[in-house]
């Protein structure tokens, strides 16, 4: 009972930095341009995750094939487009809508799932689609008067963010999670260090103290690199064993209310009535879409715990 506390404690901690960095990459890509920021942030968490895995992660059988490559670097492709249209949608949207645009890929699994993998989805998935999609009109059309080109970023973002869980649902029993993980972040970092100079980004910045030492730019880098990206990935790996796939699903939902949250306390930021509305119908979409139809029996539970 304590390790299942403990997990979902440590996991609402990883989705509270998830939340809370919309406003410090807001702020850092202000000074750091979003491709190079990302390649940044995911080559240093690649760099820490390379030391934990030399530390503690080899062990005697050999990892390193050519499928564990080939796979997560596909699943590190649509890692990177996730962050990729995140971050350029930060440039013209707020950090709360992003939250809350970027948390549809929850609720766009379900669809997803039946589209690629031929699982049908529930209707309570069907029933949390039809409120998150209503929330979204809300929150960007209604009384907030304009759908920005940030929010259809962060919207393709989602839809990025849906394909890789569907993509690592996919590959992630066939390898071991810290190889295939690293993998995954190397393939982004390199992505978004290729983008950056075929969008002309001054790439050049990165050897300029006085920006890269620049609070805002400095915090971000840290908290995303090592907090967002590295250890939010092992912690997932780890303690989603000693809880259940629901139970991590909500924690999950918890992110874009976060994003909300410090947005209002760090940058003042304030939703009109329609978008807090549709915050709500967004919110309970999420939740909705990853209930259970039917009441698990415990041999379903301890399977999916196993999963």
Known sequence: MKRTYAADLTLLFVVFIWGATFVMVQNAISFLAPFTFNAVRFLLAFILLSAWYL??????????????????????????????????????????KAGFITGLSVVLVPLFSMMLLKQKPSKNALIGVSAATTGLYLMTVVESSTLTRGDFYVFLCAISFALHIIMTAKFASKHPSLPLTMVQILTVALLSAVSGVI???????????????RTEVWIALTVTSVLATAFAFLAQTYFQAFTSATRVALIFAME????????????????????IIGCLFIFAGMIFAELPSKPKSKKNTVLSNEI
Not at 67 to 96: E, N
């Open 55 to 96: 530390l503690f992660g080899r062990g005697s059988k050999p990892v390193w094939t050519r499928d564990l490559v080939t796979d997560g670097c596909k699943i590190g492709i649509w890692l990177f487009l996730g962050y990729a249209f995140q971050t350029v949608g930060l440039l013209t949207t707020t950090p709360s």
């Open 199 to 213: 969008f002309n980004e001054n790439t050049s910045v990165i050897f300029n103290a006085e920006v890269m030492l």
């Open 256 to 275: 874009p209310v976060f994003a909300a949250i410090t947005s209002y306390f760090w940058v003042n930021e304030r939703l009109t009535a329609a978008a």
